[in-house]
Nanobody, 121 residues
């Protein structure tokens, strides 16, 4: 069993930065991912980082602006979001999977409750 708790969301202006964090408890040696869901849209992949070698993968829409990282000793994953745009507005979810890596919502086993990010223009 894994419990995930996100934090760090908020209301910012376009061009600003935010750093999301996800604290994990239970079995934590999993690949971790960030997803987001905007109103009326499906949940979509943002970024993922593997447990062992910290290999990262990003959605094209955030590549170059967002950075995912993890602190295994603290069981924490971060998502640094720079140059935010109004289209980044969504609820951001942290999730874990036993797979080596995945960008598919259906392949993640555990989810946090989400944290709201709102970017005003």
């Amino acid at each position: 069993q894994v419990q995930l708790v996100e934090s760090g969301g908020g209301l910012v202006q376009a061009g600003d930065s935010l750093r999301l964090s996800c604290a994990a408890s239970g079995r934590t040696s999993y690949t971790m991912g960030w997803f987001r869901q905007a109103p009326g849209k499906e949940r979509e992949f943002v970024a993922t980082i593997t447990w062992n070698d910290r290999t990262t993968y990003y959605a094209d829409s955030v590549k170059g602006r967002f950075t995912i990282s993890r602190e295994n000793a603290k069981n924490t994953v971060h998502l640094q979001m720079n140059r935010l745009k109004p289209e980044d507005t969504a609820v951001y979810y942290c999730a874990s999977t036993a797979r080596m890596w995945s960008s598919r919502v259906s392949e993640y086993d555990y989810w946090g409750q989400g944290t709201q990010v709102t970017v005003s223009s």
